[in-house]
């Protein structure tokens, strides 16, 4: 169903919404939960990164993986976006993204998520893999086995992928903080 609402089948496309809806709910839960100030309902969320996707024209989804791993990306974009947009209005509000797998570096508000975003695109120019890896398993609720699939690698290459990411993300972000 996936492939033929990408394909332009309007009538696949108008029965997959309500069938992936929950999930994306869930997803965008989960980037939301925590103790911060949000400005944004996971609803929200679901409903700004589905018209981000509708209005990036007919794309093909390869797979169910392959779909959230769209909507993984699209929904990080979106916080990072409103996370600049909230900083540019001098609002004070908070948002959060956490990555709880992934050490320290999931918690500090406003400015960790804007030099997380900057990081992550470091990464994924210089290691694309590892980048992919990091969008999917924490910005999309990913399994190892589920971001394995969509990457067509084995999940122990995902496993030493994230491991590394992981790595190279805390060198990135310890050496943008003060005392450091």
């Not at 029965?15 to 944004?40: C, F, I, N």
């Not at 994924?124 to 969509?150: D, H, I, L, N």
């Not at 067509?152 to 060198?171: D, G």
Request: net charge negative; hydrophobic share 45%.
């Amino acid at each position: 169903m996936l492939q033929r609402a990408g394909a332009g089948d309007a009538e696949a496309r108008r029965q997959l919404m309500p069938v992936l809806y929950g999930e994306l709910k869930k997803l965008a839960a989960g980037h939301l939960r925590g103790d911060w100030s949000v400005t944004l309902s996971a609803t929200g969320l679901v409903h700004e990164a589905y018209l981000r996707m509708a209005g990036a024209g007919n794309q093909a989804f390869e797979s169910r993986a392959h779909f959230f791993a769209m909507a993984s990306r699209i929904m990080r974009n979106v916080l990072v976006d409103m996370v600049r947009y909230e900083k540019a209005e001098k609002r004070s509000k908070g948002m959060t993204v956490h990555l709880e797998d992934c050490g320290d570096i999931g918690n500090g508000g406003e400015d960790m998520l804007l030099e997380l975003n900057s990081a992550l695109d470091r990464l994924e120019s210089e290691f694309e893999r590892a980048a992919q890896v990091v969008e999917m398993r924490y910005f999309g609720g990913m399994t190892v086995e589920e971001s394995a699939a969509a990457l067509a690698v084995s999940p122990a290459t995902v496993q030493r992928e994230l491991r590394f990411a992981q790595a190279w993300l805390h060198r990135e972000l310890a050496g943008n903080q003060p005392g450091a």
